[in-house]
């Protein structure tokens, strides 16, 4: 690996990080921007699945990072984590605009059945509520088929995380399906994401991860963030564009459901 690159290994998550837009993405490009800073270049790879490509071939030190994960306590035993995040997850539950629907806690939804999508996770309290019996999820096997589900009247809800989900709608449905679907604002979950670095390469890891972390503090420092994130906002990396004050890059909001 080259003293000057840093390969980093990731997969398909738009409009966070994807292939197909500017920069790889936001997520990619905040990552290229805080190295550039350290007078580091920036390699991307993209691999797909997730788990079984990316996760499992970083952590065998086959790339110098990966990007973005939730530094979790698991994860944390395989890999270091840069101290800021790249990316931001709101999860939320799409509904149909025909459905008068709100909710407040958990208890709330046990009358609609949920879509949700295999191996992804909703947050620790959604995973406890289904547990405990008090949701209705129908497990599907692509976010596609649980919006298809959605239009055809199977289910209620799907659960999703907010920007994805309005980029799986737009890959897959026409205009006027898109009409007919919202979300509610409350989340079932939020959290960061960031840049991790392998231990089994753990002496480059080391200085790679600080590195990053200098870079990123340089930025904010600069102001330099914010721009990004409302070009991202705005869809300038060819997502579709969000309106109102989302993806912040702020510390997890408590308290988000009782």
């Not at 939730?70 to 931001?88: I, K, W």
Request: hydrophobic share 45%.
């Amino acid at each position: 690996m080259s003293a000057d690159r840093v390969r980093i290994l990731t997969g398909e998550w738009a409009p966070y990080v994807s292939q197909r837009f500017a920069e790889g993405g936001i997520a990619c490009h905040l990552a290229r921007e805080a190295f550039a800073r350290a007078g580091l270049g920036v390699e991307l790879e993209f691999q797909m699945p997730w788990l079984d490509g990316v996760y499992a071939r970083a952590k065998a030190g086959g790339c110098d990072a990966t990007l973005a994960w939730r530094p979790t306590p698991a994860r944390r035993e395989h890999f270091l984590a840069s101290r800021e995040p790249v990316m931001e997850n709101r999860y939320v539950l799409f509904h149909l605009r025909s459905l008068g629907f709100d909710w407040r806690r958990f208890a709330d939804l046990r009358p609609h059945a949920i879509a949700g999508t295999r191996g992804f996770n909703y947050g620790e309290a959604f995973r406890r509520a289904e547990a405990e019996g008090a949701l209705d999820v129908r497990w599907c096997d692509t976010p596609r088929e649980s919006f298809e589900r959605l239009l055809r009247g199977e289910v209620a809800l799907v659960a999703h995380d907010q920007g994805v989900g309005h980029e799986d709608l737009r890959a897959h449905f026409g205009a006027a399906e898109l009409a007919r679907i919202t979300f509610h604002p409350r989340m079932t979950d939020h959290h960061l994401s960031h840049v991790i670095f392998p231990l089994a390469n753990l002496e480059r890891s080391r200085a790679l991860c600080a590195a990053f972390d200098r870079g990123m503090a340089e930025l904010r420092d600069a102001g330099a963030i914010p721009a990004w994130i409302e070009a991202f906002r705005a869809g300038r990396y060819g997502n579709e564009a969000f309106p109102g004050a989302y993806w912040t890059l702020e510390e997890p909001l408590e308290a988000l459901v009782e």
